[in-house]
């Protein structure tokens, strides 16, 4: 099984400014990245998804980078909302693959 | 949208009793689904793959005659917690994959809280 710790990693931010999570990834075969927002009690939601064969992709107030030669994903949550706080996690999968899912990053917005 | 329901959504149970937790696609089927576990202040955990008509397929360390798995229909799993103990305790997760095209659009339940005293 993966590595976890008993404490998620925090970030904190003020209302307003942007945020950006950052996600190591493990699988050089992943072709599928997804990040997703869990509230506490609740089940993950998706928030956004990038394939292999693009290094950038843009949402509403979102935008996903991934760096497939150091393997690395990235979220960015352009002017943050006290409603964005919540717990992030990448996950990365591939056609015949479960996914799995990152460690998680508790983000905390300061109102 | 694809929306996934899990029942119950939180379940309290003495050691040694069976808790059956259901993990429903509504409005869409779903050949594949999956059971996570999720430990407080850690990431969901892999813990079994349930094909509709045949049998899960379990991840390692986590014990099948423990963690039933029944994926009776297109659009219900169940997952049976065996003679619970204090730890099984966590928060367990179903998500369901959309149709024939692979493994890619998963959609996650609300979870269920399982508390076994």
């Known amino acids: 099984g993966e590595s976890v710790g008993l404490h998620l990693p925090t970030l904190s931010v003020q209302e307003g400014d942007n945020s950006i999570i950052n996600c190591a990834y493990s699988?050089?075969?992943?072709?599928?990245f997804i990040w997703y927002k869990q509230e506490s009690g609740k089940g993950p939601q998706f928030i956004i998804d990038?394939?292999?064969?693009?290094d950038k992709r843009q949402g509403q107030r979102v935008t996903v980078l991934l760096n497939k030669t150091v393997k690395h994903l990235s979220l960015q949550i352009a002017a943050t909302q006290p409603g964005d706080s919540a717990v992030y996690f990448c996950a990365e999968n591939s056609i015949d693959t479960p996914l799995v899912f990152g460690k998680g990053t508790r983000l905390s917005v300061i109102a | 949208g694809a929306v996934v329901s899990q029942h119950p959504s939180r379940v309290i149970c003495k050691s040694g009793t069976s808790v059956k937790i259901e993990c429903r696609s509504l409005?869409?089927?779903?050949?594949?689904m999956f059971w996570y576990r999720q430990f407080p202040k850690q990431s969901l955990m892999l813990m079994a793959t349930?094909?509709?008509?045949?049998?899960?397929?379990?991840e390692q360390g986590v014990e099948k005659d423990k963690f039933l798995i029944n994926h009776a229909s297109l659009t219900l799993s169940t997952l049976t917690v065996t003679s619970a103990h204090p730890e099984d305790s966590s928060f367990y997760i179903c998500?369901?994959?959309?149709?024939?095209?692979?493994?890619?659009?998963?959609?996650f339940g609300p979870g269920t809280r399982l508390t076994v005293l």
């Open positions: 990038i394939r292999s064969n693009m």
């Open positions: 349930s094909n509709e008509g045949s049998k899960a397929t379990y």
């Open positions: 409005d869409f089927q779903a050949t594949t």
């Open positions: 699988n050089s075969a992943s072709d599928y």
């Open positions: 998500s369901a994959v959309r149709g024939p095209v692979g493994l890619y659009e998963q959609f």
